[in-house]
């Protein structure tokens, strides 16, 4: 329902990425919004070492959603966001990575904005940025590729289908988000398409974070080695990428140089 100035004056909601979990990858502007918030409504992807940086009155308020498990379904979080923002509270809605980047920001913007509440989007360090960091490559590179693609392996639907023909061209990249259910039906699409088997797929795990893990494996291996790896963080498929250390194994000539 629209706010009643006369009642309470609220302030903006603001919309705030975490990153990927490294507390030090956070932004000032988004450690001042959580050292100021009066309640925080977070992500479960959200690390503790991010939450633990709010302020000491501040109020915690689980939100997390989980890819063909237990959630917090999206009307109840729109209404927990505009629930607290009417009583005039400080809020912050705080989400892993980017709020940009599959946040399901326009749907709570929605909300918030039908409300008669006013808000703010701090942006934050998406995890494809972290991860690809890790593998020590870059997302584009001068003779490789000129466009880079953030996907998701799932959405409202299922498993989310995408322009398979484009990805599976030789140059192809991708940072794949919420994959590993996903990967077999990834791989199916890749190959039907044209794909090379041999492309080479790194999942990174927990980027940024101390319990970072990086798997190597080909587009032909890829849901074996998941099911080997048993990962259980977030986890981000880079899709035409491996590390560099296995990139200067395959090119000696490029060691004598260095």
């Known amino acids: 329902m629209p706010r009643d100035l006369h009642m309470t004056q609220t302030l903006p909601v603001a919309f705030v990425g975490a990153g990927p979990g490294d507390p030090d990858l956070l932004t000032v502007k988004a450690l001042r919004a959580l050292q100021e918030a009066d309640v925080v409504i977070h992500d479960r992807l959200v690390s503790a070492e991010i939450l633990a940086l709010v302020g000491s009155q501040t109020r915690l308020r689980n939100a997390g959603k989980e890819g063909f498990g237990p959630s917090v379904t999206q009307t109840d979080i729109n209404a927990m ?7 005039g509270a400080r809020v912050v809605r705080l989400k892993s990575g980017d709020p940009t980047v599959f946040g399901r920001l326009d749907e709570e913007l929605d909300a918030v904005i039908l409300a008669g509440l006013d808000y703010t989007i701090v942006p934050g360090l998406t995890s494809a940025s972290a991860a690809v960091a890790a593998l020590g490559q870059s ?13 998701t392996g799932h959405d409202m639907q299922g498993y989310a289908d995408h322009d398979w023909r484009a990805l599976a061209r030789e140059d192809g990249v991708a ?14 699409r890749l190959l039907m398409h044209g794909a090379t088997p041999s492309t080479p797929v790194t999942i990174v795990e927990n980027a940024s974070r101390p319990d970072q893990r990086i798997v190597s494996a080909t587009l032909a291996t890829l849901p074996a080695v998941l099911a080997e790896s048993g990962f259980t963080g977030p986890a981000l498929l880079m899709y035409g990428l491996e590390p560099r250390d296995a990139v200067a194994h395959a090119l000696p000539q490029v060691q004598e140089l260095i």
Do not use: D
């Open 139 to 151: 997302l584009t590179k001068r003779g490789r590729n000129t466009a880079v693609r953030l996907i």
């Open 175 to 188: 940072a794949i988000y919420m994959a590993k259910k996903a990967a077999r039906f990834i791989q199916g």
């Open 81 to 87: 966001i505009v629930e607290e923002a009417l009583t």
